[in-house]
Each structure stands twice: as C-alpha cells, then as structure tokens.
DNA sequence: TTTAGTGCAAAAGTTTTGCATGGTC
DNA sequence: GACCATGCAAAACTTTTGCACTAAA
C-alpha cells in the first residue's frame, strides 16, 4: 500500500466516525493502516519521525485516546505497562496472537456468551463483558 | 484470619514451591494471604509500611516477581500501567471481576479449550495458551 | 470569536536497577 | 567465602498534563 492509499483510507475511517480529519490524526491512524499487526504509541511515533513527519508524542497517545474512543482501533495490552494499538474490524472479537511473529488474526465469531452466562450465574455475577486473547503459534512460524 | 495465621499459611506455600522463605517474602504473601481480591504492589507496600513492618518497594516488586515465576500467585492486568496480583488455586482457570467492588471469582472449569483449538486452527494457528477475563456485577452490588 | 488540535516540556506514575549492607548456606 | 536478599536512592519508561500557539468552525 502507498503512503497515499494509506493516507486516503485514513481519512475514510475518519469521516465514517465524524472525527475531524486534522494533520496529525490522519498521520497516526495511516500508521497504523500501514501495519497488518499492532503498535505501540512509542513504536509509531518513532516511525512517524523517522518517516519525517512532524508529529508530537503527546499528539500520538491524545489521538490513540481519540480513535479507542470511536471504535476505529482496538487497544490491547498483551504486556504489562504497554499499550498496543490495532485497526479492527467492529463488533465483538477476540484475538490471536502469535507468540513468534506477533502476528495478530481476528476470531470472528465468538461463541462464549451462553456458557459465560452460565458459569457467571453460579457465582452469582451477571457477566456485562469479557476479553479473550489466545496466544499460538502461526502457520508460518511453525514451519520454520 | 490472624496475623500469625497469614504468616504461616504464607510460610507453607513457600516451603511447598522450595522458594525461601525469607523474611520480605513472608511478609508480601502474607499480606496477600489476607488479602481476598487482588491487590498492587503498590498498594501491598502502602499496607505493610501501615502496619509497621519495614519493607521496601523494591523488595515488594521484586518477591512479587519471584511468586509469579513459581506459580505462587497470578498477576492480573485489567487497568493499563499497573498490574495487580493474586493468590490463586493451581491449574488453568479465569477470572471474573466485579466492576463496582472488584470482588474477584474464579471461574473453576474452562471449557474453551476444544473450541479455541478449531478456531485457531482455521486461521491456521496452533493455540497454546490463552487469557480470559470475564467482567461482570456481583450479587452484592447487583443488590445493592 | 470561540473552539479544537498540536508541539514541547514538564510532571506523574509504575516498575526496574545499581550499589552497599547484612544474613544465610 | 560465595551467594542471596534487602533497603534506599536513582534511573528508566510509559503515559498524562500544562501552556502557549495555530488553525479551523
């Protein structure tokens, strides 16, 4: 994908949430359009510099705050004390993390909720949400 | 539970993962035999130095790290820059957590294994371990 | 003109590390 | 003596906030 593919995706994601498409906003979120995986706010800001983008720190972890908050990208925290960032799909899903590659695959479907109703009800909780990351190894990496 | 209970219930679970039993370490699990839900370093140390014992943070963190690494406790992350820790049953198991009081549950049975095993493989991985946090509202605080 | 976004620097917060000290095998 | 644990302080690191400035509605 070019930088102008990317940049233009960026901007559609943007309008398709009424978020305001400023400089630094379709900067980030065509970072993240570039990356198949997922981020840090540090790791992007460090490309975006090297890239020679002028972009500020504090604009990469305020905008990351932004897009979370819309739905445009999803933020997982498979190690303590970091943040990673991701452009997802909607609706609910769960994620696939090779512990190799990094690659991350979504789970479509998620079959969880009647059994967690279930085992919930026996402790007395009403289940209102959950998070699921499954750790593997992908098919390229177990060829290697 | 007693102060001399906690400490000998934490005396035994170390003698049982053949960690010594040092006297930081008797106090951090001790605190954390008392303790119900889970709790953060920080917030281990803040009651220890309350009670008059004199332990230093870094010694907090440090045993902390060497419970988790035996298995002696579980370390949690659902708020971002800051992990929170727990004595816990052994085998697999998951965790469901009261969004109004925190109270923590474990959920005994984990039934995703054969599920997750199909899923993953269609996008061609091979799940190896995974992570589930159920959260929900207990009883008491639905009640309430 | 009023609001929202940005860059920079400073601050806040958690966790780790260096180093000297004291206890244990 | 060698090793491990500990306290303290300093450092490292991620993330947030204050403030001045700019651009946009």
Chains 1, 2 share one sequence.
Not at 37 to 43: I, L, S, V
Not at 70 to 86: K, N, T
Not at 88 to 117: P, Q
């Amino acid at each position: 994908m070019t930088a102008r593919q990317a940049r233009s995706e960026a901007q559609r994601l943007l309008d398709a949430s009424g978020v305001r498409a400023t400089p630094g906003r379709v900067q980030v979120l065509a970072e993240l359009v570039r990356e198949p995986n997922d981020a840090t706010a540090q790791g992007l800001h460090e490309r975006l510099r090297a890239r020679g983008e002028r972009v500020g720190l504090a604009t990469v972890y305020r905008t990351l705050g932004v897009l979370v908050e819309h739905g445009i990208v999803d933020a997982l925290s498979h190690s303590p004390g970091e943040l990673c960032y991701r452009i997802c799909g909607g609706g609910h899903h769960h994620h696939l993390v090779c512990t190799e590659c990094h690659r991350v695959e979504e789970l479509g479907s998620c079959e969880l909720d009647e059994w967690l109703e279930r085992a919930a009800a026996v402790h007395g909780f009403r289940a209102t949400s959950h998070r699921l990351e499954v750790a593997g190894v992908c098919a390229g990496c177990a060829g290697a």
